[in-house]
């Protein structure tokens, strides 16, 4: 069983940076699409970035290109989201996901086609 397990959250002021971390437990040595999502309160969760596992193009939402960078460590197994220029509107939860073996990230803005969710880790931003 895959787990996928997040750390980095915390609190920072507006214009300052953090740095998530996602472990996914289970070795392996195919290939998969892998994303950052976050859900503020009262709001829908919403896609934040992606990549392929196998390299290549990553994605971003518009409201945080240029800010944010996904980046994968294969020898880790980890997943990271460099948070730069934070914004107050970036305060969320923020959650890791993963699929199975895949070729790409087609269709990474929606939740559907990842098999595996961490737990979450919650971010604030002040003013």
């Known amino acids: 069983q895959v787990q996928l397990v997040e750390s980095g959250g915390g609190s920072a002021q507006a214009g300052g940076s953090l740095r998530l971390s996602c472990v996914r437990s289970a070795y392996t040595s195919s290939r998969h699409c892998m994303a950052w999502f976050r859900q503020a309160p009262g709001k829908e969760r919403e896609a934040v970035a992606s990549m392929y596992t196998g390299g290549g193009r990553t994605n971003y939402a518009d409201s945080v290109k240029g800010r944010f960078t996904i980046s994968h460590d294969n020898a880790k197994n980890t997943l990271y989201l460099q948070m730069n220029s934070l914004k107050p509107e970036d305060t969320a939860v923020y959650y890791c996901?993963?699929?199975?073996?895949?070729?790409?990230?087609?269709?990474?803005?929606?939740?559907?086609?990842?098999?595996?969710w961490g737990q979450g880790t919650k971010v604030t931003v002040s003013s």
């Open positions: 996901a993963s699929t199975g073996p895949a070729w790409g990230c087609s269709g990474w803005t929606g939740a559907q086609i990842f098999d595996y």
